[in-house]
């Protein structure tokens, strides 16, 4: 009792915890938004005024976000609602052990439970979100001096795009939550990290614009927020910037895959901490 | 019963709603939990400096000198549990006495598999389950949702918490509030709530800690046939608790805990006798200290 269990034990564990998970995820992403007057609404408002106002600053103001793009607007909303879904991952991902101690120390079930099903959390609250970013992607086609946007079968990739992500997040969150729960300290530079990541990522202007020459420019475009944006991109806007590629769903695919077993692994090895700090 | 002895120790407890309550002799079974020399070490963080308490009298630089280097915050490891061993067998029910601090819950939860034990391991045949009082499962949702979360968490599927829903409801009594979120609720109402999810699984191995205290009495009556049965049922109970006259009415064994160690091990009787002389005698120092 209390030593960690071999991998496949813990695998069937959790997945014998399954129903848990989705009923832990939208119990959260239900009572996340629980103490206002306007509730749920809230799931949608909160990344729809994140954009407005990186369209205000970056768009309109400065006009870093017209280099290179044809569809500020769109190019914008697009890129903060999906980097919302991930900060929110690593956020939640941070405190899925630290900030759930109570549960975790009255009752026994693999940990890994906690990451998953907050990532699952986020999921659903994108969800409403994301039909709130089709829809104003779309409006911003009528808007003068930009091409229409018209809602075509590309859209439909938006779905695995978002589902590679998901996965991706869900990584993410197994290397956060054990790396918090052993080391407080890091909570503290996440949101440091995070500013950094966007920035990085071409969340809010064309990366390709801005670097496109330099050496680093590579690597800033395949890592992987930059890869889930872009295949995001793709999917909805008609940029001649973001054409369709198979070359970029294949790092999609990679990155998902590698982060997501590779932080289980780092999640399990820590398995018999949890609960003990 | 004792009840001029307890008197002061037993304050929450009406002692008439136990009276004539003694504890159900089962069968003793086979070993049902085996504790082997276990150790707990926790990591605090924000304590004061290590040596602060004495620094009084120390100059300022010799306690700049004595400052471990490399800490910044306070970290400091705090030995919860020193080395206790102890068997249990199904079908017995086990109280843990101690004063306040003395590494009652922590060696509960270790037992339960909740916190790994820093060294020494924990044998178990089957799965344990934990009430304590400070269980909340999720404050901001309401009592109905909190049921399925609970169930699941402790292992059964959607259909059959589903299937004991209205039992759990019943035997809490807290009626309609259920679909009230569980922050609206009294202290009473989230244990007898807790204590009816956790035993609604009817597991291996029942521990609660404190819970009890928080119930009226008829909830206390139901709760101590509740804990019967799973003893009837080959399962092997726990009780944390200040109360000597709880611990007597249900328990046939009592492990006395002191600042992490063991210090006695025995039938209730014998335990709880040993058990109030010391808390008695504290008392005694303590008043005096306060005369002084």
């Not at chain 1, 069937?12 to 239900?30: E, G, M």
Request: with cysteine.
């Amino acid at each position: 009792m209390g030593l960690r269990p071999p991998l496949t034990e813990y695998v069937r564990q959790l997945w014998k915890r399954r129903a848990f998970i989705r009923v832990l995820a939208t119990s959260k992403a239900y009572a996340k938004n629980q103490n206002s007057y306007l509730g749920q609404f809230w799931a949608v408002l909160t990344p729809t005024l994140n954009a407005l106002v990186y369209i205000l600053i970056f768009g309109v103001i400065l006009g870093v976000g017209k280099t290179g793009v044809e569809n500020t607007v769109g190019f914008i909303v697009v890129g903060t609602f999906l980097y919302h879904f991930f900060t929110g991952s690593v956020n939640g991902g941070a405190r899925a052990i630290r900030g759930n101690m109570n549960l975790v120390r009255s009752v026994h079930f693999p940990r890994a439970v906690m990451p998953i099903s907050v990532v699952m959390a986020e999921l659903a609250t994108l969800g409403p979100a994301l039909l709130v970013m089709c829809a104003i992607v779309w409006i911003s086609g009528l808007m003068p001096g930009v091409d229409t946007v018209v809602p075509d079968w590309s859209w439909l990739s938006l779905i695995p795009a978002i589902l590679l992500f998901w996965v991706f997040n869900t990584g993410i969150a197994f290397f956060m939550a054990r790396w918090v729960a052993i080391t407080p300290d890091i909570q503290n530079v996440i949101p440091f990290v995070l500013r950094f990541v966007m920035y990085g990522s071409g969340v809010i202007f064309s990366l390709e614009s801005f670097v496109g020459d330099h050496p680093a420019g590579v690597i800033l475009e395949y890592q992987p927020i930059a890869v889930f944006l872009y295949l995001g991109r793709s999917a909805l806007l008609e940029e001649p910037a973001f054409p369709p590629d198979a070359g970029m769903w294949l790092w999609g695919l990679g990155w998902a895959l590698s982060f997501a077993i590779v932080g289980f692994l780092v999640f399990w090895r820590g398995e018999e901490r949890y609960g003990r700090d | 019963m004792t009840d001029d002895d307890a008197g002061e120790i037993d304050f929450e407890i009406d002692p008439e709603d136990l009276e004539g309550d003694v504890p159900v002799v089962a069968e003793l079974g086979k070993p049902s939990l085996v504790v082997d020399d276990v150790h707990i070490t926790y990591r605090v963080f924000g304590a004061t400096k290590l040596g602060s308490r004495g620094a009084e009298d120390k100059g300022f630089l010799q306690r700049i000198l004595d400052r471990r280097p490399g800490v910044g915050s306070g970290v400091r490891e705090v030995k919860a549990i020193k080395g206790v061993s102890f068997v249990a067998r199904h079908g017995e029910s086990i109280g843990i006495v101690g004063i306040n601090g003395s590494g009652k819950s922590t060696l509960l939860r270790a037992v339960a598999g909740l916190i790994p034990p820093t060294q020494g391991a924990v044998y178990v045949a089957g799965e344990p389950s934990l009430l304590g009082v400070n269980a909340v499962l999720m404050g901001s949702l309401t009592g109905e949702r909190n049921i399925m979360i609970g169930g699941l968490a402790l292992g059964l599927t959607e259909a059959e918490v589903r299937e004991k829903f209205d039992e759990i409801v019943e035997f809490s009594g807290i009626g309609d509030s259920i679909y009230l979120p569980m922050k609206a609720y009294s202290s009473g109402m989230g244990a007898r709530l807790r204590f009816a999810i956790s035993s609604a699984a009817t597991p291996d191995i029942l521990m609660i800690d404190e819970a009890l205290a928080t119930g009226d009495a008829t909830f206390r009556q139901k709760s101590k046939s509740r804990i019967d049965q799973v003893r009837a049922g080959a399962g092997t109970v726990f009780l944390v608790s200040h109360s000597i006259a709880t611990v007597q009415s249900i328990c046939t064994r009592v492990l006395w805990i002191h600042e992490g160690e063991l210090v006695m091990d025995g039938p209730t009787d014998e335990v709880c006798a040993a058990y109030k002389t010391f808390v008695r005698k504290v008392r005694d120092a303590r008043s005096k200290a306060a005369a002084k």
